[in-house]
């Protein structure tokens, strides 16, 4: 049994600085390596192929220069960027690797959460099995295995108690049913819909639900829903009998260039 804990509702405190002290900081603040600089630590590291340290370059560049697309997130966006300038290994193996890495900031708190999940490949779909369809899958439908997951960061330290991954399947019903061989011939991956235990995606959204016991003993519900084209997400978190909410947020999220 996982026991959660909510984030937390009260706001970061605002220290002011003097202009001096902060020109002098800036001053002697080092600056980030160059890209060049950054693709031979990275290919030196020996973790990741010269390829896939090419993907994390560029994506973490561009995440680094993206303004923090919410003030209500600034204190949790600056977490991130010093977990992306600490070249955290499972950040670059997610920029490095996953299609999708959306980084989404709580407001006025030092929390903030990764989805992350690729597309499945086309030629991974293939009928389902009579246990897939005992399971539920349209007979008619294709599947590729597939996976997403969620991580929760609080003071830039990642919650393993708060994280969800699952594995489940990427469905694809064509919208005229038709042999399956046709069905795969003109299969468009953007179409399938992910289905796990916890997290379903589609087109638009990716969502989490989920249901833990708190550390009051309550049984509560827990629900994440991200629109994909925007970063905009919602968070709510309500007693599972009554549907009471107990807790909501909203903000909006980074989201990491596609890795070409």
Excluded at 51 to 70: F, G, I, N
């Amino acid at each position: 049994m996982r026991i959660h804990i909510r984030p937390a509702l009260c706001a970061a405190l605002a220290v002011a600085v003097p202009l001096g002290l902060v020109s002098r900081a800036s001053a002697q603040r080092p600056s980030h390596p160059d890209a060049s600089t950054l693709l031979d630590q990275c290919v030196r590291g020996g973790q990741l192929t010269a390829a896939d340290c090419s993907k994390w370059v560029s994506r973490s560049q561009a995440l680094t220069s993206a303004p923090c697309p919410d003030s209500r997130g600034a204190t949790a966006c600056r977490s991130f960027r010093e977990l992306l300038r600490s070249d955290d290994t499972a950040l670059m193996n997610d920029l490095a690797r996953q299609d999708h890495v959306y980084v989404c900031f709580l407001p006025n708190v030092d929390e903030f959460f990764k989805v992350t999940y690729s597309d499945p490949s086309r030629f991974a779909f293939a009928s389902p099995s009579p246990d897939e369809q005992k399971d539920g899958v349209p007979s008619d439908a294709l599947i590729a295995r597939g996976g997403s997951a969620f991580v929760y960061y609080r003071s830039g330290v990642e919650d393993s108690n708060s994280g969800v991954s699952d594995t489940g399947n990427w469905i694809y019903v064509a919208a005229n049913t038709a042999d399956p061989d046709t069905m795969r011939a003109n299969l468009n991956v953007h179409d399938a819909r992910f289905e796990s235990k916890h997290i379903t995606i589609s087109a638009d959204e990716w969502k989490l639900t989920e249901t833990y016991t708190s550390e009051s003993g309550s049984q509560l519900r827990h629900t994440v829903a991200l629109q994909l084209a925007t970063g905009r997400f919602r968070q709510e978190f309500a007693l599972r009998d009554s549907g009471q909410v107990q807790g909501a947020s909203n903000g909006r999220c980074l989201i990491a260039p596609p890795a070409n």
